[in-house]
């Protein structure tokens, strides 16, 4: 069994102080290997060689996925304790949210190049959890971390329910078949707003569904507030929603991310999230069928939003492990 893989069955468990050792024992082997920091494509490079963090500006990298940005990003509250200013070089399609993450100084648009800031020390977005050697508490304290705007209905009489399928060519087995989002239609109190983005979106109108679905992110934040729910396969909607405190439902494929567990409805990532697996590799069918049970019970959550932002007021407290 390899480093990696007994990293990620760390983490699907939630036991978190063996991935970090497991991840200093692969950063030993990258700060010895000889290889530049900064060399190859970007999304297999590792920044963080374990330097200190403590007093120093520190450039948060972030170059993987918007998803990823998102959910790490929830990190840099608890990063500016310990650091002297916390710069980050984001996606560009995500800088009005993130210059509004606590703990944020400043924001820079990624770009192909060097950035343009002044720095001592600098660390990707994903490698924060370990460099701080977060523990399960300050991770599900740290949720809404995005700024939220005021909640109101779409619809006063109907449940009013986001839906993304389409996960994207990179990884098609997390994309679900749009066709099956019309079995949410036979509840008569729901209404259904699409989401989706990139050429998948026009098969909105075969479910059908109304497309609501804007490319700005932070406008896009704000109309997953007004929904009752999100249903959504495993992709940056799923990570957005989940990091406003907003009700989402994420449909994972047999073989899914190391960041979800294999099994059960709940993830420590979001409290607000339920998860939904494959029982069997490529049948989207059934985990359609357990939505819909699901769906039966579905009561607006307002107290679940109100359980989840006062869960962020009591989050002031310092849970990182400095040793």
Known sequence: MNLHYKWAEALRRNDFQSAWRLSDASLAEHRFSGVAKHAGERHLQRIWRGEDLKNRSVLVRCYHGLGDTIQFIRFAKPLREIAREIIVWSQPELLSLVR????????LPLHEGTPDASFDVDIEVMELAHALR?????????????????????????LSIGIVWEAG?????????ARLFARLREQSDVRLLSLQQGPARALAATIPADDVAV???????????????????????????GALGAPVWTMLH????????????????Y???RLFHQKTAG??????????????????PLPT?????AQYQRSDRGDIDTR
């Open 215 to 241: 490319p700005d992110i932070e406008m896009l934040a704000a109309r997953i507030m007004q929904l009752d729910l999100v249903i959504t396969v495993d992709t940056m909607v799923a990570h957005l929603a």
């Open 305 to 309: 939003r109100q359980d989840a932002a």
């Open 169 to 177: 060519n990179w990884n098609r087995s997390r994309s679900v078949p």
């Open 134 to 158: 977060v523990t399960s508490q300050l991770i599900t304290n740290r949720v809404p971390y995005l700024p939220r705007v005021a909640r109101k209905n779409w619809s006063s009489s109907k």
């Open 271 to 273: 409290p607000t999230m």
């Open 254 to 269: 047999r073989d899914c991310d190391w960041r979800w567990p294999q099994t059960g409805r709940d993830t420590i990532w």
């Open 283 to 300: 049948d989207w069918t059934g985990v359609m069928e357990e939505i819909i049970e699901e769906l039966k019970l579905f009561r607006r």
């Open 100 to 107: 509004q993450v606590n703990g944020v100084d400043r924001v």
